[in-house]
């Protein structure tokens, strides 16, 4: 029984320290149009329209400051890893159109006693009531690139990761920058021929 019960704690103190927010990770995945010949777009030029920012965390936010501090860091990234991957910015008619989404929301991941513990553990330990015993609220950002072509979009690339609230400006422009090179990483996509 004090095995069971020090896996258990084992387990539950391995997934409390393996969940950090501050040691962020980017997730990310792209979806593509297979008919489209992405050989072909050399050029690119941002939508009218350049992005979206979407905010599900408080009451009252305003988009309008996050986005003034965020399409700066997101045009500057995006241009230059384009360029990395031989697509050049167009000045007139360019083969892809580019535009972003920018959505953050809150979060949350809480630990309860027993929940590792089988179904019934009645023969073994007494009953207790389910209580919260780790609770952590974190920030999550998903950034989602979508390329056109005559208006349709013909790749989509996202990147997500969750990171702690009190990030400096400095460590989310990193992270941000990190989604962006991660999901680009993915363009052109590799196509049967």
Do not use: C
């Amino acid at each position: 029984m004090r095995k069971r019960l020090s896996a258990a704690l084992a387990i539950v103190l391995g997934l409390t320290f393996t969940v950090s927010p501050d040691a962020a990770s980017v997730k990310a995945k792209v979806a593509f149009d297979k008919t489209f010949n992405f050989k072909a777009a050399r050029t690119w030029q941002w939508a009218a329209d350049a992005g979206q920012v979407i905010l599900a965390r408080t009451q009252g936010e305003d988009k309008e400051a996050v986005r003034r501090l965020a399409e700066p860091v997101i045009r500057d990234a995006v241009g230059a890893e384009l360029r990395k991957r031989g697509v050049t910015e167009a000045t007139a008619a360019p083969d892809l159109t580019l535009a972003y989404y920018l959505a953050m929301s809150v979060g949350s991941a809480a630990h309860t006693a027993g929940q590792f513990l089988p179904s019934t553990p009645e023969w073994g330990l007494p009953y207790f009531g389910p209580s919260t015993t780790a609770l952590e609220a974190i920030e999550r950002g998903t950034l989602v690139l979508d390329l056109s072509s005559a208006g349709h979009v013909v790749w989509r690339g996202i990147g997500e990761a969750g990171f702690s609230m009190d990030l400096d400006m400095k460590k989310r422009e990193a992270l941000l920058r990190e989604a962006i090179r991660k999901v680009l990483e993915k363009y052109p996509p590799k196509q049967k021929e």
